[in-house]
């Protein structure tokens, strides 16, 4: 006997039907675990604060055989090709890191690559600014740390260059508010999807279920038009349920008028 292969068909109807069932669990599910996430980030958040130091590079010039705008020219050459230099001896261990450590007391026990790993150094390429970042979980500690490291980064390659080639332009400030919020787009993402992952798994439920539920699923499945339907004497003054019950009285059952119309059993 040859098998007959089950065909499944997508439909705008069937999309639309298995949302109406569950956009309720959808929405539901979405707020909880949108409150639930949120509440969850935030008691394990660390806060962390990022005071930011302003370097300027500028080297230096004389005046030479072509003249001002010659010598300015080079210079500004020169300046340019020494920023990745620059970038590198500001968190040189011997001559920045570790004289910030030992000038801070509240960093005792703090290893260099530490204090290396909370500084971040910024250059867009298109000047000759070097921005310093330090990030901490305490804002004056930031604010202190990244004035310290610009101070002596600077003092350090000025004396390796023997001229005075960088200049800090704004020392940090204490930072008002933090530098790592909790993401609400990242949680309000998480929410959603798992909307999303209620909504498919009703949806191939739905599309699993091979019982006969209505008249279009009689002509669907069994290819056979409805001529009429039995209607529900019961649905003006109840809620009609999901496949009908349908109640008739039965003489020898009641035996009498006197018993009342009481409906013998469910079909």
């Not at 026990?109 to 298109?126: A, P, R, S, Y």
């Not at 600077?154 to 800090?168: D, L, T």
């Not at 003006?236 to 349908?246: D, E, F, L, M, Q």
Request: with cysteine.
């Amino acid at each position: 006997m040859e098998e007959q292969t089950k065909e499944i068909e997508f439909r705008f109807e069937d999309f639309w039907d298995t949302f109406k069932r569950c956009w309720i669990v959808m929405l539901v599910a979405l707020i909880v675990v949108a409150v639930g996430l949120y509440i969850l980030l935030s008691a394990i958040h660390t806060d962390r604060y990022e005071a930011k130091v302003t370097i300027y590079i500028l080297r230096n010039f004389e005046q030479g055989e072509g003249g001002d705008n010659y010598s300015m020219v080079q210079s500004i050459s020169i300046a340019n090709a020494l920023i990745d230099d620059c970038k590198v001896l500001m968190v040189s261990r011997d001559q920045v890191l570790n004289p910030v450590l030992a000038e801070t007391p509240s960093l005792v026990g703090t290893d260099w690559e530490d204090l290396k790993d909370m500084i971040k150094i910024e250059n867009n390429g298109e000047n000759r600014i070097i921005t310093l970042s330090v990030t901490t979980g305490d804002s004056e500690m930031s604010a202190e740390l990244a004035n310290k490291v610009a101070t002596h980064a600077c003092e350090y390659f000025n004396e390796k260059y023997q001229q005075p080639i960088a200049s800090v332009v704004d020392f940090a400030e204490v930072p008002q508010e933090i530098c790592n919020p909790v993401s609400k787009m990242l949680v309000l993402l998480v929410a959603m999807g798992v909307a999303i992952l209620i909504y498919l798994i009703h949806f191939v439920v739905y599309l699993m279920d091979d019982k006969i539920n209505s008249a279009e699923d009689v002509e669907k499945y069994l290819g056979m038009s409805m001529l009429g339907m039995i209607p529900n004497r019961n649905d003006s003054v109840r809620r009609k349920s999901k496949y009908g019950y349908y109640y008739y009285r039965s003489s020898s059952y009641y035996g009498s008028s006197e018993q009342g119309n009481r409906p013998a059993e469910k079909r």
